[in-house]
């Protein structure tokens, strides 16, 4: 994902396509809303950069954010089975997958409560490396809103 002056290319299927603006956010975050984050510098973060899951940018290990939704907020407990569910409410669009297009394993997230100053990410796209495999992430590497400009479905 490239990008230049707070516009972004989005170029995975996780999300529309297209050009994508990020819009700054002086407020606390709330479920549901789509944002840009950058993933942790984490093992699961490197695998999933190896494997092409992950494109170059922006930042922290040279990789480009992600743009997903807030399924849950820090405090909230999550459960992880066939599919996700928050505070025993079921995520629509969670169900998990056992391996990803080229057949390589996916391990799922084992599930808990989300930790202070983290929140767990997802996208309705059925191929997407969600926090249903890499859990939650820290709060501090959000961007900010995602803004689609110009975008088509993949």
């Not at 990410?121 to 495999?133: K, T």
């Amino acid at each position: 994902m490239g990008g230049w002056g707070g516009l972004r290319i989005n170029t995975t299927p996780s999300e529309p396509l297209g050009l994508w603006r990020i819009v700054p956010l002086a407020r606390p975050l709330a479920r549901g809303e789509l944002i840009f984050v950058c993933p942790p510098r984490t093992p699961e973060f490197e695998l999933a950069f190896a494997r092409g899951y992950l494109r170059r940018g922006l930042c922290p290990g040279g990789v480009g954010p992600l743009i997903k939704s807030v399924a849950a907020l820090s405090g909230q407990r999550i459960e992880v089975g066939a599919d996700v569910r928050i505070d025993d409410e079921r995520l629509a669009g969670s169900v998990l997958r056992a391996s990803d297009a080229a057949g390589r394993p996916l391990v799922p997230f084992a599930g808990g409560v989300v930790p202070a100053g983290q929140i767990f990410l997802h996208s309705s796209f059925a191929g997407s490396y969600d926090s249903r495999y890499f859990g939650p992430v820290p709060i501090d590497g959000v961007l900010g809103l995602a803004r689609p400009v110009f975008t088509v479905d993949p």
